[in-house]
């Protein structure tokens, strides 16, 4: 069910039977859920459900995909970074050896 924060509405988005279902399960259809919506232009800006078990095992899932998405951003990070400052590092030692290699000869217009 999305309920409007601006706006008065409430509109079911889907009728799942999860009796059964456990953490992992119920994360996959709620990531589902949420990425239907996202591509429908809805900010989802909260999440409420009860404290059950197979509802924590769904945000421990989550925590995990969570994890695991920092983790994989901060490696690309770090390897744009090394890429970049290798590329200026070159850029400035090709820049250097240009001058040394100019400095002795006589320009003709």
């Known amino acids: 069910m999305v309920i409007g924060v601006n706006d008065a509405f409430k509109v079911p988005v889907g009728y799942f039977l999860i009796d059964g279902l456990g953490g992992t399960e119920r994360a996959n259809l709620d990531t589902q859920c949420l990425s239907r919506l996202h591509d429908a232009g809805v900010l989802v800006v909260s999440l409420t459900f009860e404290g059950s078990s197979a509802n924590l095992?769904?945000?421990?899932?989550?925590?995990?995909?969570?994890?695991?998405?920092?983790?994989?951003?901060?490696?690309?990070?770090?390897?744009?970074?090394?890429?970049?400052?290798?590329?200026?590092?070159?850029?400035?030692?090709?820049?250097?050896?240009?001058?040394?290699?100019?400095?002795?000869?006589?320009?003709?217009?």
């Open 57 to 109: 095992a769904m945000l421990k899932t989550w925590a995990v995909m969570l994890m695991y998405l920092v983790v994989i951003s901060r490696l690309i990070l770090s390897i744009w970074f090394l890429t970049m400052t290798s590329a200026f590092l070159g850029s400035m030692s090709y820049a250097k050896t240009s001058q040394k290699h100019s400095r002795g000869k006589e320009i003709n217009c």
